[in-house]
């Protein structure tokens, strides 16, 4: 299992060592503002479709906004939610990229990690391309499901059991299979050769090793990925905040979300590729079991 860990420093271009002995990725920030009263760190972990964006954008003007600095911690969110329930990693919010995955921290048999969340907005699932790929002309002239199965073509999904991402890319497979009656495409949703981690997929299809992948829209944006609509589905990932119970630095965990669902965070959101949902943006749901 692959995750990044990411530090924001006082010492801006500073690189600090994480817990398995990856560098993490400097976000290089200016002064803080007058109006920043908060110091000290926020412990986020997050839905690694949201690297670039959390790492880019959000972190860097949280920062200036507040003064708190995020240490975050990228991977799939069903695999994070395991790491916070089983203790070996500490968490002050958890932003998950679907609702279902707070279940798996809420009630006392689950430690009761998590009492309530927060819509903060959905992204839409796409299959990124290679242009360099010899299916890239193909793939802009023809509907994908009738792309991706061709004999040598090279699919790239998440593990549906670490990552949302990878339930939603298997639920396309499955469903354009049965509706446009392509079996090739129900086999590629039970393969386990073309699963890779979340935040290694945009590296495989930019190296080449990939035709094409499943991504969602933010982080494909944030790629700079060249995209085709998953014509006959309406996927999409619903991103989600909690701060986390017995957090190691709650004020700082409250702010971060507040931050996220205020206008400068939905702003950002917005702006690369997640939009609100305003019909349960603010569901602080009661543990479901």
Do not use: C
């Not at 817990?19 to 972990?45: H, K």
């Not at 499943?214 to 589905?233: D, I, N, Q, R, W």
């Amino acid at each position: 299992m692959s995750k990044v860990r990411n530090v924001i420093a006082r010492s801006a271009g500073r690189l600090l060592v994480g817990a398995l002995g990856i560098a993490p990725l400097s976000f290089g920030l200016a002064a803080s503002p007058a109006r920043a009263s908060g110091s000290g760190p926020v412990d986020v972990l997050y839905a690694g479709s949201l690297l670039d964006l959390m790492q880019n954008q959000i972190a860097p003007a949280f920062h200036r906004a507040t003064g708190y600095n995020v240490v975050g911690i990228a991977n799939g969110s069903t695999a994070l939610a395991a790491e916070i329930k089983g203790g070996t990693e500490v968490a002050d919010v958890f932003v998950s990229a679907a609702p279902s995955v707070n279940r798996e921290l809420e009630g006392a048999a689950n430690g009761n990690w998590i009492s309530s969340y927060r819509v903060i907005g959905r992204s839409a699932l796409v299959l990124g391309y290679n242009p360099s790929s010899k299916f890239a002309a193909a793939l802009r002239t023809t509907p994908w499901y009738d792309v991706v199965g061709r004999a040598g073509f090279l699919l790239g999904r998440t593990d549906p059991a670490s990552d949302p991402k990878g339930v939603l890319a298997v639920t396309a497979l499955r469903e354009a299979a049965r509706r446009f009656h392509r079996p090739s495409l129900a086999a590629l949703a039970t393969s386990t050769s073309n699963v890779f981690t979340e935040t290694s997929l945009v590296g495989e299809l930019d190296a080449g090793q990939l035709d094409a992948g499943f991504f969602y829209a933010v982080e494909a944006s944030a790629a700079h990925l060249k995209t085709v609509a998953l014509t006959g589905t309406h996927l999409a990932g619903t991103y989600t905040a909690a701060v986390v119970n017995r957090a190691p630095h709650a004020r700082a965990a409250r702010a971060f979300v507040a931050f996220l669902l205020g206008a400068q965070g939905r702003t950002i959101l917005l702006r690369h590729g997640i939009a609100p949902n305003a019909a349960t943006s603010s569901a602080s749901p009661s543990p479901t079991k």
